[in-house]
């Protein structure tokens, strides 16, 4: 998930909430009732490595919703998507504690 602030640091919990510039209910990538930071759930190998591509048409690079300078979080557990039913599912989807977390940035090669 994306977060609101680009602040790592307390074991990620001062990133905040997820990045919710428009007031939704947690969901899923492809719900158009969703947070911007809603990212779905990605599976680790057994040496805990994630490789992924994602492409989301919420997501932007630029503008007062841009997520460059936020963190991005990864969870212990599997996101419900905000369908779990339990009382943190339309808020977090109950994915529990936050394992790590990085800072977006744009990079740009020296030529």
């Known amino acids: ?4 602030f680009g602040d790592t640091t307390n074991g990620c919990t001062s990133a ?3 990045f919710n510039p428009f007031n ?3 969901g899923a990538p492809n719900d158009e009732n969703r947070h911007v930071g809603d990212l779905g759930n990605v599976i680790a190998s057994a040496g805990g490595v994630v ?11 630029s ?3 841009s997520v460059v300078g936020r963190s ?3 969870h212990a557990d ?3 998507l905000g369908k ?9 989807g109950n994915a529990g504690a936050r394992l790590a977390c990085g800072i977006i940035g744009t990079f740009q090669p020296k030529l």
Do not use: A, Y
């Open 1 to 4: 998930m994306i977060s609101e």
């Open 16 to 18: 905040g909430g997820h």
């Open 24 to 26: 939704k209910q947690h």
């Open 51 to 61: 490789k992924t591509h994602i492409i989301d048409k919420k997501i932007t690079l």
């Open 63 to 65: 503008g007062p919703n």
């Open 72 to 74: 991005v979080i990864v």
């Open 78 to 80: 599997i996101d419900d």
């Open 84 to 92: 779990g039913g339990h009382e943190f599912s339309l808020t977090t």
